[in-house]
């Protein structure tokens, strides 16, 4: 392009279809309007910013890759830059004169390559088919979202209908950004409170450990049945029976079973650490979020209600529709301490009507006589308890245990693994008659207080002898247990429900542990007592014999003068009255 910087005053030039490689020797053409370089090989734009009078520029046909260096182009009306390599458009908004932009058959593929678009005040017609973008369903209603003072678009009028359409898909486009970030919020919230629970969770167990143990627990027996120790009690727990499947690890976890509840809880499954951030994550769009706090909460996944946290419990307090309530079938637990769950299943039993699986994951299901609570519920198909963060897991006859006293709910699967005759007759050989001692020596008064109001009533009929037949004697109802219902045995297996609501697990440990305190000292004064009542009576009995020979010489003595103990006999009796 050399020799044409003499010329000072020309103001259009052509030289299309030549073999140029680079635009130059242009510095002294200040006056041109047209600028015509098509069809030559030109890879890049530059050495064109003095020309502040330049009105049209056409580069088409080129080998250009970028638009760029087109500052101090004020008058540029028209900018061909079809037929190209374009990927990248810049600086394009600087060109305040700027109408028609043909970027026809290049490569773009996006519109974050065309941002500077939206920034041109001045474009009214612009070119983009032939590139990849172009290709997209949503391509015309995006670049009339970008470009707002565009009429023509790919040599087509831009008609009011299109418009409003752009509009519709640009508030489509913001209300969907609006909900994702909506969502991302949520996640992250969810992720810190359930982070949060397992905090809170995991301190509470280091603090239960550094509490004082005085060596008392429950027991599995009735507290009323007079013929079931502790120790008895202690014993059966650690005896093997040979029809108890082998308890899992907890390194390995219970079997799952392969339903779609079970393949959730997979999903969901505990963190190596309570502290690790990828805490049960998930993607289903028809999760309900109950209640979220920064320590708990309590969400509803289609037929799956999750409480994390104890303060997760709230959500059963909500008021529940009776269609939502309904289609709750499962309930998983997680940090949250039973003993703060019991006193929630009597309105577990009301809301949730079809709830047929309850899971316990990390709730410190420690003792055997916990199960017993679950009896409140109306209805249980499936009970899973996760061997981490609830160790009776590691008893050898919970499962058992729960098998007797659950009986009524025909359990089909416990940790996912079946129930089968087999172990329904092994439990009842286990618990079966300790239950029945219990159910024939216990009080009447207990009986009726631990008994429901309907079976109160039947006790009370049978035990008053008011009908056809007359009052039971404990030996008639051990053998006519059925009149009382088979459940009555079972039923003395009894959890007593706490409000924890109110305290915080550390208070309710160091109530429990100031009882257990209290239970011993009155175990150990009642033991004395029958201890000092023994050696007495084992000193009577020795000496008894000597006493009574001491009593026979005595009495014959003073009966020796019948006649003076007649006399002092009478005077005896004449004193007293």
């Known amino acids: 392009m050399s020799g044409i910087d003499a010329l000072r005053s020309l103001r259009v030039l052509v030289l299309g279809k030549n073999r140029i490689h680079k635009i130059c020797c242009l510095e002294s053409l200040t006056k041109l309007n047209i600028l015509d370089l098509h069809d030559n090989q030109i890879c890049r734009i530059e050495n064109l910013s003095h020309l502040s009078e330049l009105q049209v520029l056409n ?9 760029e260096n087109v500052w101090g182009l004020d008058s540029l009306s028209e900018l061909h830059l079809q037929h190209n390599c374009i990927s990248v458009v810049t600086e ?4 305040p004169c700027l109408q ?7 490569n773009i593929i996006s519109f974050d390559q065309l941002a500077c678009l939206g920034e041109s005040c001045s474009l009214s017609e612009l070119t983009l088919d032939g590139n990849p973008v172009a290709l ?6 995006a670049v009339l979202r970008c470009v707002l003072h565009l009429r023509q678009l790919d040599m087509k009028r831009i008609t009011d209908e299109d418009r409003r359409m752009a509009g519709v898909q640009a508030r489509k486009e913001e209300e969907k950004k609006k909900e994702s970030h909506k969502q991302t919020v949520h996640k992250e919230k969810r992720r810190l409170a359930i982070r949060n629970a397992a905090q809170q969770w995991e301190d509470i167990m280091a603090n239960l450990e550094l509490l004082p143990t005085n060596g008392t627990k ?12 502790p120790a008895q009690t202690n014993g059966l727990a650690q005896e093997p029976s040979p029809e108890e499947p082998k308890r899992v690890s907890p390194g390995s976890g219970p079997e799952r079973p392969s339903g779609p509840t079970e393949s959730r809880l997979r999903t969901n499954s505990r963190p190596n650490s309570p502290r690790d951030p990828k805490l049960v994550e998930t993607g ?7 209640s979220l706090s920064d320590s708990h909460l309590a969400e509803l996944d289609g037929d799956t209600l999750r409480l994390f946290g104890i303060g997760a419990l709230e959500a059963l307090e909500r008021g529940w529709g009776v269609q939502t309530a309904g289609a709750v079938n499962v309930i998983t637990f997680r940090y949250i301490n039973f003993d703060a769950i019991v006193p929630t299943l009597p309105r577990i039993r009301v809301k949730f009507p079809n709830l047929s699986h309850l899971i316990f994951l990390e709730t410190n299901i420690s003792r055997l006589p916990q199960l017993a609570a679950l009896a409140q519920v109306r209805r249980l198909d499936q009970l899973t308890i996760d061997p981490e963060g609830n160790p009776v897991v590691s008893l050898a006859l919970w499962r ?15 940790n996912g693994q079946e129930v089968t005759m087999n172990d329904v007759i092994a439990a009842e050989r286990v618990f079966g008659t300790l239950g029945h001692i219990a159910a024939t020596e216990t009080p009447h008064c207990r009986l009726l207080l631990l008994l429901e109001e309907s079976r109160k009533r039947q006790l009370q009929f049978l035990l008053e002898g008011r009908g056809r037949r007359a009052g039971l004697s404990p030996e008639e109802l051990r053998d006519n247990g059925k009149l009382l219902g088979e459940g009555l045995s079972r039923a003395l297996f009894n959890y007593p429900s706490r409000d924890c609501s109110a305290e915080s697990p550390e208070e309710g440990s160091v109530e429990s542990s100031e009882r257990a305190v209290m239970i011993e000292q009155y175990l150990q004064e009642l033991v004395q007592r029958a201890s000092d009542t023994n050696l007495k009576g084992e000193a009577l009995h020795k000496l008894w014999p000597t006493m009574f020979a001491e009593m026979v010489r005595d009495c014959v003595l003073e009966m020796r003068d019948r006649a003076v103990f007649r006399q002092a006999s009478l005077a005896k009796l ?4």
């Open 59 to 67: 580069l088409s046909g080129n080998h250009i890759s970028r638009v």
């Open 92 to 95: 394009v908004d600087h060109l």
């Open 100 to 106: 028609r932009l043909f970027l026809s058959c290049n």
């Open 136 to 141: 997209e369903t949503w391509y015309k209603q």
């Open 218 to 229: 429950e027991d599995v027996s009735p507290e009323s049945s007079p013929a079931h120790s």
């Open 284 to 290: 289903s769009g028809s999760i309900q979020s109950l």
């Open 400 to 414: 058992s245990f729960i098998i007797y006293r659950l009986h009524h709910f025909n359990l089909q699967r416990i």
């Open 574 to 577: 004449t004193e007293t009255k």
